[in-house]
């Protein structure tokens, strides 16, 4: 399995921006997936999770209200639907897939996943 994020950029508080993460691989649909991030000088943290059917999501309390995370399985991409930017949120965010598991439950933690994107970076000026 490959993932590439794409959708990064440079944008000003307040704007959005659609992150996606192409997978290869038959297992995308059978897979719980998430998107973590992580700042300069910071640890890689969570932002959200999504099961394999997508239909139940969880998202940090910083990104709730904000973020969606979507996942489209016939094309086999994940997403990230960011609105109403902050400076805060100035950081590369990563992709993130989980081998099958018989229960069907977001994944919070990075040990959890199995494979990454490359990372995408985020830049939110004031």
């Known amino acids: 399995v490959q993932l590439q994020a794409s959708g990064g950029g440079v944008v000003q508080a307040g704007d959005s921006l659609r992150l996606s993460c192409a997978a290869s691989g038959r297992s995308f649909s059978y897979s719980v997936a998430g998107w973590f991030r992580q700042a300069p000088g910071k640890e890689r943290e969570v932002i959200g999770a999504i099961t394999r059917r997508g239909d139940f999501t969880y998202y940090t309390d910083s990104v709730k209200g904000r973020f969606t995370i979507a996942r489209d399985n016939a094309q086999n991409t994940l997403y990230l639907q960011m609105n109403n930017l902050k400076p805060e949120d100035t950081a590369i965010y990563y992709c993130?897939?989980?081998?099958?598991?018989?229960?069907?439950?977001?994944?919070?933690?990075?040990?959890?996943?199995?494979?990454w994107g490359q990372g995408t970076l985020v830049t939110v000026s004031s």
């Open positions: 993130a897939l989980a081998q099958p598991r018989l229960k069907d439950r977001p994944l919070l933690k990075a040990d959890e996943y199995d494979y």
